[in-house]
């Protein structure tokens, strides 16, 4: 008598396999899944490499929003199962088991499956970590080896939460069943459903959200504002798409049924009717999948598309192996400065002449806001988007170029990357200046492949007495001269970094504040998008499985409602061929609403996003483009293939 | 030439393993003429829902000729089917099979939007039907909103509204009570009057006494069959009972 209950409930498990597997499967990818992301996070040889602090301070985050995710998801599933198990559990009920009985069934069913994927689970985590560890150092460009080893800390953290979230769905059934009465839980799945109504007034709330969070991440022109404008507009939008599937969708298909010649025919007839109580059903769920398809959509394409503009962010932002800038003290000259650094370079061993090419410039810029040709000292508290301005003496300019150059006091040279700008005179303060001709060229930066993050306006002009009158006359204050340092070497890292070190080593104190070889910038950033992109697909396939099971679990709760409704529908007259037909008619509908809904978000979420890419220094809004499409591409192919798999069940259980 | 014919209708159903055999109908001949309201009458077991099922095309015999107006049902391919039980079939089930997604509007115009007919002519056919069957002022409520006798009473609007050749009706008063019972079988007997052929499947000795004619069915044979000639319902009503007795008791065939 012992053993029945232990017997009784692996028969259970062994029995419901159609609803059951999918459950287990899914615990056993979120516990491996879990598990991944903590030994990646927990790894100490991570935090040695340069670099590595970033990443696992991102996979921290990662494991937090992992952990959040299983619950909910486990939640959401096993919900579903216990509903589906109601009949089942009434029937021991009325056979005379008492419901603690049934609690040590469904205990011992709870402690078999969480054994089983515990197991499964942490065993697939280790296999599958030291792989995707591999992966991880690839994508962040790690050349040293990182030792890998099973972590031990990562096992306890995974076995704990995922024990005490399997004890928590416990105790849920346990009160679910103790709650309820026998009779009811035969019944419960056959109880007759209302009609649902449509609320007319929460379908205009979820177009209006959806409308002004559209109308916000279409319109949103600051890179700066877009992200707290961004999370707005999700919120928005995320609203919307609620109201929208709940309501919405019944309004439109009443709205449908009360058009008698479009409703009377064979082909609408029973969609119309069918679909409205599917989506009294399944409104939330499918409202889910959207939101989720969309975070996939957004994840996946923004991370990759970082890591993959990674390079050409960099060589934007450090057009040279080394920039530095040197705030000015004295009236040093690029000349001086030249020969310090080669003083520096020769202290450390290393051969000025390494130094292929040298752009020493001075400056003075303010903020300013920008009226057409106008320009005005920009307060501190602006809620626009300022431009820089700088002002360049011509000497420097000359200096640099090789050439000869002669400007009149009202005369100026200018570079900007400022493509809406035109005209041939500017207004900096009370000053006018008559700009000669707009360089393409300055220094190493070319104006069609400069950053946008900051418009700037770098203006060339006489020389030192007009510059300071220019300032001053835009910021009532005297300028205070910059100089920029950009020193090009052979595209060598380790001599990069050298010659960093040198100038930060050797050069007079409070020259150069500060400097940066592009190799170290390329390897934090590396390191950053690297785990962007790692955590972006890691998080971008979980919330794909989660996609995937919300469907496939509302595909088998609709075959079984459907199933005695088709079979009425074959005795009245339908034919097999007829029955199918409909069925794929409605499985089409509802299965590719969510995503084509996605696929909208996504077209209006694409302009705020290039903006908040640009934040990150990504202004290629084509190859953001790109990205965004062949992630929607791949993402409906394995839809379809998820489609094609749960279809075959459904297709089971409605004509068993 | 009669409506329906039954000619030498057999069924066996074979266990999956082809281990047994049960033989659920042997031998069933019978005739129905255009206008008869007939009864088949048997216990659990006796065959007669296999036969319906028959009739109804929802199964196929494993020998035999069903004719319908001439035309071997048998012998229709599964693709015609559906379109064919449409079109000269009407059906009653017990538990109604009504559609709780559709109001009981919906409900009926069913058979015929499958069949593509416009809405004028379907709401035509049914202002005509509703205040025969009492259910004028309901069609725009749900299955489960209604009582019983006035979800049968859709079921047989939506049997009729195709005009069919024939109705058939399987066990329609099992899940009424006696006053619903009593308004469907008044009803068959009206729609029988202006010339519907009536099949009707049951053992309920009232449905049956209100037929013109009942067959008993008995381990797979039609046993015996009586006709209603001048007799009231109420003497029919004994009638049945005491064949029904006779038929328990294992009396010889007369069929």
Same mark, same amino acid.
Request: aromatic fraction near 12%; charge should be neutral; charged fraction near 15%.
């Given at each position: ?69 299983? &619950? ?111 009779? *009811? ?110 975070? &996939? ?225 390329? *390897? ?83 302009? &705020? ?31 379809l293939f998820v489609y094609r798999m749960t279809a075959h069940t459904y297709y089971r259980l409605v004509e068993a | 030439m009669p409506l329906l014919e039954v000619e030498h209708l057999q069924k066996i159903y074979t266990t999956r393993f082809g281990a047994t055999q049960v033989q659920a109908l042997k031998d069933v001949n019978f005739t129905i003429e255009k206008g008869e309201y007939v009864a088949i009458m048997g216990e659990s077991g006796s065959g007669k829902t296999t036969l319906l099922n028959i009739l109804a095309a929802l199964d196929r015999p494993t020998g035999g000729v069903v004719r319908l107006s001439g035309k071997d049902i048998t012998q229709i391919k599964e693709g015609r089917m559906a379109q064919f039980r449409r079109e000269h079939m009407g059906f009653v089930f017990q538990d109604f099979n009504l559609l709780d997604t559709f109001s009981l509007r919906d409900n009926i115009f069913l058979p015929l939007v499958l069949s593509r007919r416009g809405y004028n002519e379907m709401a035509a056919r049914l202002d005509m039907l509703a205040p025969k069957l009492g259910i004028a002022d309901i069609l725009n409520k749900f299955p489960y909103e209604v009582s019983g006798g006035q979800k049968q009473r859709a079921a047989v609007a939506r049997a009729l509204i195709t005009d069919p050749d024939i109705l058939l009706a399987d066990e329609p008063t099992g899940a009424l009570d006696s006053k619903a019972t009593a308004q469907l079988l008044d009803l068959f007997g009206h729609v029988n009057r202006d010339g519907q052929t009536i099949l009707m499947v049951t053992h309920s000795i009232r449905a049956a006494s209100c037929a013109q ?43």
């Amino acid at each position: 008598m012992l053993d029945f209950y232990p017997k009784l409930a692996l028969n259970n498990l062994r029995k419901s396999k159609d609803t059951y597997w999918p459950y287990m499967l899914t615990s056993i990818v979120c516990i491996a899944t879990y598990y991944i992301m903590q030994s990646i996070a927990m790894n100490r040889g991570l935090l040695q490499v340069s670099g590595g602090a970033v990443a696992v301070s991102i996979f921290f985050l990662g494991t937090v929003v992992i952990a959040i995710f299983c &619950v909910a998801l486990l939640f959401y599933t096993n919900s579903f199962l216990i509903k589906r198990r109601k009949k089942e559990l009434g029937l021991y009920c009325v056979l005379g088991l008492e419901k603690r009985h049934v609690a040590l069934v469904l205990f011992f069913e709870t402690l078999f499956s969480a054994l089983f994927c515990l197991i499964l689970g942490l065993i697939f985590g280790i296999l599958f970590s030291k792989a995707l560890f591999l992966a991880l150092l690839y994508v962040l460009d790690f050349s040293t080896p990182i030792a890998f080893t099973i972590s031990i800390p990562s096992l306890i953290t995974t076995l704990v939460l995922f024990l005490l979230l399997y004890a928590v769905l416990f105790l849920y059934n346990a009160t679910h069943v103790q709650r309820a009465r026998p009779v *009811e839980l035969l019944r419960s799945t056959q109880t007759g459903e209302r009609e649902p109504r449509a609320s007319w007034l929460l379908t205009l709330l979820g177009l209006i959200c959806l409308g002004i969070g559209y109308f916000i991440a279409v319109t949103v022109k600051e890179p700066l504002n877009a992200l707290l404008v961004f999370f707005g507009a999700v919120l928005l939008v995320i609203a919307g798409t609620f109201c929208l599937f709940t309501s919405g969708s019944i309004a439109l298909l009443k709205l449908l049924r009360r058009n008698k010649t479009y409703y009377y025919q064979p082909r609408h007839f029973i969609s119309v009717s069918g679909l409205m109580y599917r989506m009294k059903q399944n409104a939330a769920g499918l409202a889910s999948i959207c939101i989720l398809s969309t975070m &996939v959509l957004v994840t996946i394409s923004t991370t990759v598309c970082l890591y993959i503009g990674r390079d050409s962010m960099i060589s934007s932002l450090n057009p040279t192996g080394i920039s530095g800038r040197v705030t000015l003290l004295d009236d040093r000259t690029p000349e001086q400065l030249n020969t310090e650094i080669d003083a520096a370079l020769e202290q450390d061993g290393i051969r000025p002449d390494v130094l292929e090419q040298r752009f020493l410039w001075r400056y003075a810029d303010f903020y300013a806001l920008r009226d057409k040709n106008v320009f005005t000292n920009a307060p501190d508290d602006t809620k626009q988007q300022p431009v820089l301005v700088s002002l360049i003496p011509l000497e420097d300019y000359n200096a640099m170029t090789g050439q000869q150059l002669t400007l009149d006091a009202s005369e100026a040279l200018l570079f900007t990357n400022d493509a809406s700008f035109s005209g041939n005179t500017a207004q900096i303060g009370s000053e006018t200046l008559h700009i000669l001709q707009q360089l393409d060229v300055l220094g190493p930066y070319q104006s069609n492949q400069v950053s946008t993050v900051q418009l700037s306006y770098e203006f060339v002009v006489s020389d030192f007495t007009q510059l300071q009158q220019i300032y001053c006359s835009a910021t009532g204050q005297n300028a205070e001269l910059e100089m920029c340092v950009y020193l090009d070497t052979q595209d060598d890292s380790a001599l990069q970094k050298a010659i960093a070190s040198a100038l930060f080593e050797h050069t007079p104190p409070e020259t150069i504040y500060s400097i940066n070889a592009r190799a170290t910038v390329t *390897e934090s950033w590396n390191s950053m998008y690297g785990s962007f992109l790692f955590l972006g697909l890691f998080l971008g396939s979980l919330f794909l499985m989660a996609t995937v099971l919300i469907i496939y679990y509302k595909q088998i709760s609709e075959g079984f409602d459907d199933h005695d409704r088709f079979s009425i529908l074959q005795k009245v007259g339908m034919s097999k061929k007829e029955v199918r037909a409909t069925i794929n008619k409605q499985i089409l509908l509802v299965f590719f609403l969510p995503l084509a809904m996605a696929f909208v978000h996504m077209a209006f979420a694409y302009n &705020v996003i290039c903006n908040i890419l640009v934040i990150f220094g990504m202004t290629d809004r084509l190859l953001f483009l790109v990205c965004c499409l062949v992630t929607f591409f791949i993402f409906s192919l394995l839809y379809l293939f998820v489609y094609r798999m749960t279809a075959h069940t459904y297709y089971r259980l409605v004509e068993a | 030439m009669p409506l329906l014919e039954v000619e030498h209708l057999q069924k066996i159903y074979t266990t999956r393993f082809g281990a047994t055999q049960v033989q659920a109908l042997k031998d069933v001949n019978f005739t129905i003429e255009k206008g008869e309201y007939v009864a088949i009458m048997g216990e659990s077991g006796s065959g007669k829902t296999t036969l319906l099922n028959i009739l109804a095309a929802l199964d196929r015999p494993t020998g035999g000729v069903v004719r319908l107006s001439g035309k071997d049902i048998t012998q229709i391919k599964e693709g015609r089917m559906a379109q064919f039980r449409r079109e000269h079939m009407g059906f009653v089930f017990q538990d109604f099979n009504l559609l709780d997604t559709f109001s009981l509007r919906d409900n009926i115009f069913l058979p015929l939007v499958l069949s593509r007919r416009g809405y004028n002519e379907m709401a035509a056919r049914l202002d005509m039907l509703a205040p025969k069957l009492g259910i004028a002022d309901i069609l725009n409520k749900f299955p489960y909103e209604v009582s019983g006798g006035q979800k049968q009473r859709a079921a047989v609007a939506r049997a009729l509204i195709t005009d069919p050749d024939i109705l058939l009706a399987d066990e329609p008063t099992g899940a009424l009570d006696s006053k619903a019972t009593a308004q469907l079988l008044d009803l068959f007997g009206h729609v029988n009057r202006d010339g519907q052929t009536i099949l009707m499947v049951t053992h309920s000795i009232r449905a049956a006494s209100c037929a013109q004619r009942v067959l008993f069915i008995k381990d797979g044979l039609v046993f015996h069959q009586l006709y209603r000639g001048a007799r009231t319902d109420d003497e029919m009503y004994a009638k049945i009972g005491d064949t029904l007795t006779m038929l328990t008791t294992g009396g010889a065939a007369h069929a």
